[in-house]
């Protein structure tokens, strides 16, 4: 089991911008197909964007191409999404997401039921 910590929420104004990370423990980070999720309430989890092992393959969610970026530093153990551009329809709580089974990296990893950890999650709030 992996042990997912995330962090970097807040609130911010439209076309603001925050960085979240997720420290990841438990296994080699390394061995880990990542990616990052978040629900609005009264809204199913979505999909937000995905990371290869090595950090070289990444897929996004249509609403956020462009605007976040998902990258690792598989040294300090750690994910992160850089979002720029914000906007109000942004606000969510983000869940990070782990997939610690072996399988070949793809724009399948869109869909919770891939990942097998998930953190707590991270408030993220967006003002008009």
């Known amino acids: 089991q992996v042990q997912l910590v995330e962090s970097g929420g807040g609130l911010v104004q439209a076309g603001g911008s925050l960085r979240l990370s997720c420290a990841a423990s438990g296994r080699t980070f390394s061995g880990l197909i990542m990616g990052w999720f978040r629900q609005a309430p009264g809204k199913e989890r979505e999909f937000v964007a995905s990371i290869s092992r090595n950090g070289v393959s990444t897929y996004y969610a249509d609403s956020v191409k462009g605007r976040f970026t998902i990258f690792r530093d598989n040294a300090k153990n750690t994910l992160y999404l850089q979002m720029n551009s914000l906007k109000p329809e942004d606000t969510a709580v983000y869940y990070c997401?782990?997939?610690?089974?072996?399988?070949?990296?793809?724009?399948?990893?869109?869909?919770?039921?891939?990942?097998?950890?998930w953190g707590q999650g991270t408030q993220v709030t967006v003002s008009s």
């Open positions: 997401a782990a997939n610690s089974l072996w399988g070949r990296y793809s724009s399948d990893y869109d869909v919770p039921r891939r990942y097998d950890s």
